[in-house]
């Protein structure tokens, strides 16, 4: 089955650039979308369509995607920041689903 | 605003059925589907299938084919997720969400409350 890749876990100071990753082998073809959970809290999508932000989301969340990789970038990351990061895209045929393992961001 | 309120917490026993409701507001219902996941405690999130509003198509996850139905009543604008013979490892919470399947990009934008199901003994 159909499988996404990401660290478990990225650390970074405040002020600097965090980077997470996902690879998966349709995402040459398929979108990348990243949501940002909190504990205790359903996910938030912070961006949608490999590189673009819903409103309401700081510009210092963006997103890229180029061959089996896609990157959500945190330029400035703030302690408020911290949380869980999941990427999520669906097959090349579009018949499910699937998320990648998580990233645990600690900014500190 | 785009809503998504599911029903509370349930306690089932191994081998039970459990049924969590997804009730819509703020959007057409039919325009977008319903997609189901859920997260075990300490775990990441688990797609578990969807189901298109506009003609009742689903796909589900391989490994939860035969245990899961999911449905919809377009009129109370309200999907549904059933789950049977549970076991332990089913303990979670389940969300819903809502779905673009028009465009085929499957993209998720609004998510319910979760809902604790807990399989135990």
């Known amino acids: 089955s159909y499988e996404l890749t990401q660290p478990p876990s990225v650390s970074v100071s405040p002020g600097q650039t965090a980077r997470v990753t996902c690879s998966g082998d349709?995402?040459?073809?398929?979108?990348a979308y990243w949501y940002q959970q909190k504990s205790g809290q359903a996910p938030v999508l912070v961006i949608y369509e490999d590189n673009k932000r819903p409103s309401g989301i700081p510009e210092r969340f963006s997103g890229s995607s180029s061959g089996t990789m896609a990157t959500l970038t945190i330029r400035g990351a703030q302690v408020e920041d911290e949380g869980d990061y999941f990427c999520y895209s669906t097959d090349s045929s579009f018949t499910r689903g699937v998320f990648g393992g998580g990233t645990k961001v600690t900014v500190l | 605003q785009v809503q998504l309120v599911q029903s509370g917490a349930e306690a089932k026993k191994p081998g039970a059925s459990v049924k969590v409701s997804c009730k819509a507001s703020g959007y057409t219902f039919p325009n977008y589907g319903i997609s189901w996941v859920r997260q075990a405690p300490g775990q990441g999130l688990e797609w578990m299938g969807w189901?298109?509003?506009?003609?009742?198509?689903?796909n589900s996850a391989q490994r939860l084919q035969g245990r899961l139905t999911l449905t919809t009543d377009t009129s109370m604008s309200t999907a549904y997720m059933e789950l049977r013979s549970l076991r332990s490892d089913d303990t979670a919470v389940y969300y819903c969400?809502?779905?673009?399947?028009?465009?085929?990009?499957?993209?998720?934008?609004?998510w319910g409350q979760g809902t604790l199901v807990t399989v135990s003994s």
């Open positions: 349709a995402l040459p073809k398929k979108y």
């Open positions: 189901i298109f509003v506009h003609n009742g198509d689903t």
């Open positions: 969400a809502r779905v673009h399947t028009a465009a085929g990009t499957g993209e998720i934008d609004s």
